[in-house]
């Protein structure tokens, strides 16, 4: 028989054992970004001592070493050479402008041959981001200003952050709404900042779709309703590069209100139509914006989408199909 010592000791060794711990449940994915607008910076506080005390000194050799202990100096962000992480480096893109043809034709005649790359545009990340509410709209509710920070990374490498919502008055249809700015980069943080204001941005408008190609970015601005609404403009495509941070050319204004499909990296695509209004399918010179061709469609643009060298294009009111030549 056990003694009552034995008996207790083996009762609290039980109880103190370590128990198996469940796994922690997913955490789900922000997509609203609240953090700095630095996320991979690292930040190190040296110690304060006299207010006369030197600024501390990082020792470059190691990026893991602390500041020295003869601080004082304010909060900062040590650069990517101090962490030892290589600098990004990025390239301008090639706007010099080549000799286009047409790039389409209607009819329905498969080009097996063709092999040009096409690249999509990511549709809506912004007003996905912000939901109705987006402050960047006219409504008929009144939009506070913006105040907060906004910012996505699309999976095309392109960070979009909302700097600022301020109020722009009235639209035609006299609902009030706001004037936005943004700011797009790498992801990787190469290049220059783009900041897009006013002189880019008509009020109650947002960026609607976004394709890149290396440093070639190309932008579509729309607003929802109709073009006499908007009489200081809108649903216009603007093309940026990414290295330098600056807008190569703008489009006309009721150019583009969906998807922005760039072809081969010199031909971009872009449709519009509302209601009783124009219903076009336009192909630009990437390079410089002119428009090369201009072809109508049955409806308001929906969807663009290919199948050996067909493109469809969707519409409320019917499709129409498209030859690819090039």
Not at 114 to 120: A, D, E, R
Not at 202 to 216: D, N
Not at 286 to 309: D, M, W, Y
Request: charged content about 20%; proline content about 10%; aromatic content about 8%.
């Amino acid at each position: 028989m056990r003694s009552r010592l034995e008996f207790f000791t083996l009762t609290v060794l039980g109880a103190c054992s370590p128990s198996p711990k469940a796994a922690a449940p997913p955490q789900p994915q922000q997509s609203i970004t609240s953090a700095p607008p630095f996320p991979e910076a690292e930040f190190r506080e040296p110690r304060t001592t006299s207010p006369g005390a030197p600024l501390a000194t990082v020792d470059t050799s190691r990026p893991d070493a602390p500041p020295q202990d003869n601080s004082g100096a304010p909060l900062r962000m040590l650069t990517p050479e101090e962490r030892g992480v290589p600098a990004p480096t990025c390239t301008p893109a090639d706007w010099n402008p080549i000799a286009l043809g047409d790039l389409l034709r209607t009819g329905q005649r498969r080009n097996l041959s063709y092999s040009t790359s096409i690249v999509m545009g990511e549709g809506r990340p912004m007003t996905d981001l912000l939901g109705a509410g987006s402050p960047c709209d006219d409504s008929p509710q009144q939009r506070p200003r913006f105040r907060g920070f906004f910012m996505r990374t699309l999976v095309n490498g392109i960070t979009i952050r909302l700097l600022d919502a301020v109020p722009a008055g009235k639209s035609g249809r006299n609902w009030e709404g706001n004037q936005c700015s943004y700011e797009l980069r790498s992801a990787d943080r190469s290049g220059v900042p783009l900041v897009l204001g006013a002189d880019a941005i008509p009020p109650f408008t947002s960026i609607y779709s976004v394709v890149r190609q290396g440093s070639a970015a190309f932008i579509g601005v729309q607003f929802n309703g109709y073009a006499h609404e908007f009489p200081k403009g809108g649903c216009r495509v603007l093309a940026a590069d990414l290295c330098e941070g600056r807008i190569i050319w703008k489009s006309s204004d009721y150019t583009s209100n969906g998807d922005i499909v760039l072809i081969g990296n010199d031909y971009l695509l872009t449709g519009y139509g509302f209601t009783s209004e124009k219903r076009i399918i336009q192909v630009h010179d990437a390079h410089s914006g002119k428009v090369l061709q201009t072809l109508r469609i049955p409806g308001n643009p929906e969807a663009l989408t290919f199948s050996q060298g067909v493109l469809t294009v969707k519409t409320n009111h019917g499709d129409a199909s498209f030859e690819l030549l090039r």
